[in-house]
């Protein structure tokens, strides 16, 4: 008896989409609040996508962006030739490019990758620009069992939630933003692991912490670390069927915010922490306008700014200031080293800082005021201290 081959290149329209081909894709982690049996039948590619259309694409070319990032978070390399799902992302500016949903697209239409979690868009660069995207062919689109376009945003919408309350119910909330200016200083801010440090040290301190990202980009293994951190629950947009808050309208950039807040509230603790991750600079007109609201500033009791270069971060303390944010904590991965402190203070910056790749426990969860015991901290810390001092180097810089 023959064996059923399926043809690899064959995305007729109305065909059915079988569980063996599903497999050979990337699913990326944009696309996790759709269930893998959503994905039906093939369907027509759209001459121009909605926001949030799930597309199966090809890759071209490999650039910047040379892995994806599924629903699990592992990062898998990509190759030209390589299948996965994608979806279309909203319009958004950044620098010197722009990028937006394809306009009258077909078959075989050149989009690029806009990052690894899976958006994909047209890109139209100013001149001088040398960005270079890694860039994929247009293959498909899908529909459910219902006969419609597969798209993230109707399958998110079954968790939100109606926004009942905005009051912070004895939890202190913690506002975690990087200061980089240049975009391209932005992944090396530090920003990301000060998240993660914040919630280490509230977690060893004992206290219940919940922590989610409000802004960025489809980042799955973010919030895998958080949770491996000690975060008791995660909860981010792309869960609400938004692979990214770039490019959205201001009306639903902020029910999105609010409702990651309120998901992360009930989910903690009296007593507890809520840590709301902003995942694009302070720079960015729509991360200063979200802090500027007096909604956001009555509901953060801290605001953590995070940047590698004194000078990022003095602007942005600079920013913040403006903003009436008094209770300010630095976080820099330069932060122990005696040239660095000697610059803080140089310019006058009273604030704290911490280093958030060596993360001192007491020092941290202190400065939060994260326990009335101070003896508990100080055990914990010794155990800290008994696992550096097997790696000599480490010690070291926790000595200093």
């Given at each position: 008896m023959n064996s059923v081959v399926e043809p690899w290149n064959d995305f007729a329209a109305g065909t059915e989409v079988s569980a063996r081909r599903f497999s050979t894709w990337i699913y990326p982690c944009s696309c996790i609040p759709v269930p893998p049996e959503a994905f039906s039948t093939f369907a027509e590619v759209p001459p121009e996508p909605s926001v949030g259309d799930v597309l199966l694409v090809?890759?071209?070319?490999?650039?910047?962006?040379?892995?994806?990032?599924?629903?699990?978070?592992?990062?898998?390399?990509?190759?030209?030739?390589?299948?996965?799902?994608?979806?279309?992302?909203?319009?958004?500016?950044?620098?010197?490019?722009?990028?937006q949903p394809g306009n009258k697209l077909h078959l075989d239409s050149e989009l690029e990758l806009l990052n690894t979690g899976g958006t994909i868009g047209l890109v139209s660069r100013q001149e001088g620009s040398t960005e270079r995207f890694t860039t994929v062919l247009l293959k498909s689109c899908f529909r459910d069992e219902g006969g419609s376009i597969v798209n993230t945003s109707e399958y998110g919408k079954q968790r939100w939630r109606p926004v009942v309350t905005k009051s912070k119910q004895s939890r202190k909330v913690i506002g975690v933003v990087n200061c980089a200016a240049d975009r391209y200083l932005h992944d090396i801010s530090g920003w990301s692991s000060a998240t993660k440090a914040l919630v280490y040290a509230l977690a060893s301190a004992g206290k219940t912490v919940t922590a989610g990202r409000v802004s960025g980009n489809a980042a799955r293994r973010e919030l895998r670390l958080l949770r491996a951190a000690g975060a008791d629950h995660v909860a981010d947009y792309v869960q609400l069927g938004y692979p990214t808050t770039r490019g959205l309208d201001n009306d639903?950039?902020?029910?999105?915010?609010?409702?990651?807040?309120?998901?992360?509230?009930?989910?903690?603790?009296?007593?507890?922490?809520?840590?709301?991750?902003?995942?694009?600079?302070?720079?960015?007109?729509?991360?200063?306008?979200?802090?500027?609201?007096?909604?956001?500033?009555?509901?953060l009791d801290r605001l953590v700014i995070s940047g590698r270069q004194i000078e990022d971060l003095d602007k942005g303390v600079q920013l913040a200031r403006g903003l009436n944010y008094k209770s300010i904590l630095l976080a820099s991965p330069a932060a122990g080293s005696a040239s660095f402190k000697r610059k803080l203070s140089e310019r006058e910056l009273e604030f704290p800082c911490f280093d958030p790749l060596v993360v001192n426990i007491a020092y941290v969860s202190s400065l939060l005021n994260a326990t009335q015991l101070e003896g508990e901290i100080e055990l914990v810390q010794e155990k800290f201290q008994a696992v550096a001092s097997q790696t000599p180097k480490l010690a070291e810089k926790i000595d200093d």
């Amino acid at each position: 008896m023959n064996s059923v081959v399926e043809p690899w290149n064959d995305f007729a329209a109305g065909t059915e989409v079988s569980a063996r081909r599903f497999s050979t894709w990337i699913y990326p982690c944009s696309c996790i609040p759709v269930p893998p049996e959503a994905f039906s039948t093939f369907a027509e590619v759209p001459p121009e996508p909605s926001v949030g259309d799930v597309l199966l694409v090809e890759v071209a070319s490999v650039g910047r962006s040379t892995f994806v990032e599924d629903s699990y978070g592992c990062c898998i390399p990509i190759f030209p030739g390589t299948q996965l799902l994608a979806v279309a992302a909203p319009a958004h500016s950044c620098a010197d490019l722009t990028s937006q949903p394809g306009n009258k697209l077909h078959l075989d239409s050149e989009l690029e990758l806009l990052n690894t979690g899976g958006t994909i868009g047209l890109v139209s660069r100013q001149e001088g620009s040398t960005e270079r995207f890694t860039t994929v062919l247009l293959k498909s689109c899908f529909r459910d069992e219902g006969g419609s376009i597969v798209n993230t945003s109707e399958y998110g919408k079954q968790r939100w939630r109606p926004v009942v309350t905005k009051s912070k119910q004895s939890r202190k909330v913690i506002g975690v933003v990087n200061c980089a200016a240049d975009r391209y200083l932005h992944d090396i801010s530090g920003w990301s692991s000060a998240t993660k440090a914040l919630v280490y040290a509230l977690a060893s301190a004992g206290k219940t912490v919940t922590a989610g990202r409000v802004s960025g980009n489809a980042a799955r293994r973010e919030l895998r670390l958080l949770r491996a951190a000690g975060a008791d629950h995660v909860a981010d947009y792309v869960q609400l069927g938004y692979p990214t808050t770039r490019g959205l309208d201001n009306d639903t950039a902020a029910l999105l915010f609010w409702q990651v807040y309120q998901t992360l509230l009930e989910s903690s603790c009296e007593g507890g922490f809520v840590i709301l991750e902003f995942g694009e600079s302070l720079f960015n007109d729509r991360t200063s306008a979200r802090l500027a609201s007096k909604d956001v500033q009555g509901l953060l009791d801290r605001l953590v700014i995070s940047g590698r270069q004194i000078e990022d971060l003095d602007k942005g303390v600079q920013l913040a200031r403006g903003l009436n944010y008094k209770s300010i904590l630095l976080a820099s991965p330069a932060a122990g080293s005696a040239s660095f402190k000697r610059k803080l203070s140089e310019r006058e910056l009273e604030f704290p800082c911490f280093d958030p790749l060596v993360v001192n426990i007491a020092y941290v969860s202190s400065l939060l005021n994260a326990t009335q015991l101070e003896g508990e901290i100080e055990l914990v810390q010794e155990k800290f201290q008994a696992v550096a001092s097997q790696t000599p180097k480490l010690a070291e810089k926790i000595d200093d």
